[in-house]
């Protein structure tokens, strides 16, 4: 159950005004409430919350993120941002469901001001980041922010300060530019347990009155799938991805796991997505976009945008893919069977049926073969299967298989028919 923010009111004209955050983190501790002097405000803001229904988001955020493509970079600035934003609208990724534009390490100046407050990065960010806030909002999308609880953020040349002991201070600062989501991030965190560092920045968040989604990246280091849901929407579950095939893998892997922790409102993050980077073939695209969305992840889009020749955005704009990860049911998908590199995943869905994921590890094409009731679909008599890259139909009694290229999937949604 993600947390909403106690003093948030219920008007519709401050939902602008929503804020996400994502940690990425340290050490286990006790939970905060036991461990630190504001229990008592930490619990009333959590039961705030959870009675409010939580969650700022009950399915997945969805949106962009500039780490994967520039890093540090100097193509992370004010016109990657706002481009962003303009191909959302433009090239029909808004309607498909991206809302989030979000900006990862190195978007603040290395000082504090006399004040202690973060100075946006002037050659990066020439008129600050409210301006990019009001950009990215009149477009109807919403404006992301990253920082660290710890004392410095993950990049050292030339990185940004953090938010450990800054955390009110910060979060205010986030709310008054108009962020709507925040990336929590776990360096330099001077060994202080974790649920407590993001313990803090929640209630910092929660005392700004703007709904600010959280995302916890800590990188799974602390469980966090056991504690982050009282706290944040989302939380990291691994080490960082690479644009590269094996890297992706090892991450499905770790985060197929997890599926038990998946809930509206509480998802794992594997990471965000590589798609159109460069470094994996189409074929491995579709299979990193599939499974993160079998796996209900967040889907930021991870690549520059204006760079794309049109085949990531096609892979990136599969309504039928993205409404498998967006499900109204939340859940996660189960491993139904992996034999030697034929995967079968399931996810039920709230309409009854299930998507079905066939994935192909392996180095050749392999029949990959199973049933409906294996996979969980309700049993009947005969089945609709749609092809959710084909987008096309057949009938089954029961059995499912399929040819499925090396590397490749086939994503499938088996619905029983009366
Ligand atoms: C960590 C995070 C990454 C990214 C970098 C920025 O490695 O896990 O996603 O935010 O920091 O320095």
């Known amino acids: 159950m993600r947390p909403t923010v106690s003093t948030r009111t219920t008007g519709k004209g401050l939902i602008s005004a929503i804020g996400v955050v994502m940690m990425c983190g340290a050490g286990l501790a006790a939970p905060a409430s036991a461990a630190t002097p504001t229990a008592e405000k930490t619990e009333s803001a959590q039961a705030a919350r959870e009675s409010s229904g939580g969650d700022l988001t009950k399915t997945p955020p969805m949106g962009f993120n500039n780490w994967n493509a520039t890093h540090c970079g100097a193509d992370f600035n004010e016109e990657m941002v706002k481009d962003t934003a303009d191909i959302f609208v433009e090239k029909g990724l808004k309607d498909a469901g991206y809302e989030y534009v979000n900006l990862d390490d190195c978007w603040a100046e290395p000082e504090r001001d006399a004040d202690g407050k973060l100075v946006p990065n002037k050659e990066r960010f020439p008129h600050g980041i409210e301006a990019v806030a009001d950009y990215v909002h009149s477009k109807g999308l919403k404006l992301g922010i990253y920082t660290s609880a710890g004392t410095w953020t993950c990049n050292t040349e030339p990185g940004m300060p953090g938010a450990l002991g800054h955390e009110e201070s910060d ?139 049109g085949a990531a955005i096609d892979i990136l704009s599969n309504k039928e893919v993205i409404a498998v990860d967006q499900d109204a049911l939340g859940k996660q998908g189960e491993v139904v069977s992996q034999e030697d590199g034929r995967w079968v995943v399931s996810k039920e869905l709230a309409d009854g049926s299930r998507a079905i994921a066939l994935f192909n590890e392996t180095d050749q094409e392999q029949t990959i073969t199973t049933t409906a009731d294996a996979a969980t679909v309700p049993h009947a008599d005969s089945y609709k299967v749609r092809d959710l890259w084909k987008h096309s139909d057949s009938t089954s009694n029961g059995g499912l298989s399929e040819k499925v290229p090396s590397h490749g999937t086939v994503m499938l949604r088996v619905t029983p028919e009366k």
Not at 242 to 259: A, H, R, V
């Open 171 to 309: 979060a205010r600062q986030f709310a008054d530019w108009g962020v709507d989501y925040l990336k929590y991030d776990n360096c330099n965190n001077e060994g202080r347990p974790a649920q407590e560092r993001y313990q803090t920045m929640r209630d910092a968040l929660d005392k700004t009155g703007r709904d600010i989604v959280y995302n916890i990246c800590e990188w799974g280091e602390n469980k966090p799938w056991e504690w982050a849901p009282k706290l944040a929407e989302t939380w990291r579950t691994t080490e960082d991805i690479s644009d590269n095939w094996d890297s992706m893998l090892g991450i499905m892997q770790e985060n197929l796991k997890l599926s038990q922790y998946a809930s509206p409102g509480d998802f794992n993050d594997p990471d965000m997505l590589e798609v159109g980077n460069g470094g994996m073939t189409d074929t491995e695209y579709r299979t990193h976009f599939s499974m993160w969305s079998i796996m209900a992840a967040p889907l930021l889009i991870g690549s520059d945008l204006r760079e794309d020749d």
